[in-house]
């Protein structure tokens, strides 16, 4: 097998899963939003019987994660329609600037333009250059808390760009329970 990471498809009785062979230590297994898929990542040259072997051990683990997934938002965000979308740009536009208001002159900033994206995989994005701030409207399917979290987050880029140890000490200043905001959204 080539010493690269190699991506296939396996059927382990009733399952459909996808393999990834890459530098790892130990086999995982992980179920993927939105559609509850298995991936499974193991060393390269791990026998298919052995990720067949863990894959069975995991079974009931499994079709419980794939349940829990296919009954989040994220999910049923995936099969919205155009008016549902518009719905949720509309709630969540409407509550983004009195957010931003409110935690502007804690962080000291001064946001750019707001816009709201239905996105994937993101739940915000910032551009410190110009203070631009997207908000994915999809964060009108969860908890008002969690929204907050994401504006917090997009705002404190405008003081540090990345997500390194001082990004987490200002999160951790002005909004201490952000982690637990976060694990919301997973």
């Known amino acids: 097998m080539a010493r690269t990471a190699q991506q296939r498809l396996v059927?382990?009785?009733?399952?459909?899963?996808?393999?990834?062979?890459?530098?790892?230590?130990?086999?995982?297994?992980?179920?993927?939003?939105?559609?509850?898929?298995?991936?499974?990542?193991?060393?390269?040259?791990?026998?298919?019987a052995e990720i067949a072997r863990i894959v069975r051990l995991r079974h009931d683990w499994i079709l419980k994660a794939q349940k829990r997934v296919s009954a989040s938002p994220m999910s049923q965000a995936e099969n919205a329609t155009t008016e549902q979308v518009a719905e949720w740009r509309a709630i969540v536009s409407a509550c983004v600037p009195p957010l931003v208001a409110a935690w502007e002159p804690i962080l000291g900033v001064k946001a750019g333009k707001l816009a709201y994206?239905?996105?994937?995989?993101?739940?915000?994005?910032?551009?410190?250059?110009?203070?631009?701030?997207?908000?994915?409207?999809?964060?009108?399917?969860?908890?008002?808390?969690?929204?907050?979290?994401?504006?917090?987050?997009?705002?404190?880029?405008?003081?540090?760009h990345g997500h390194g140890p001082d990004f987490h000490t200002l999160m951790d200043r002005v909004m201490p329970d952000w982690r637990e905001r976060r694990a919301k959204l997973k």
């Open 117 to 160: 994206r239905n996105m994937k995989s993101r739940w915000g994005s910032c551009q410190p250059a110009t203070g631009r701030i997207c908000i994915n409207v999809r964060l009108a399917l969860y908890p008002p808390e969690c929204l907050e979290y994401v504006v917090v987050h997009e705002l404190c880029h405008l003081l540090v």
């Open 11 to 48: 059927f382990i009785d009733e399952l459909e899963v996808w393999v990834l062979y890459k530098r790892v230590r130990s086999i995982s297994v992980r179920i993927k939003p939105p559609d509850g898929r298995i991936e499974v990542s193991a060393p390269i040259g791990t026998p298919e």
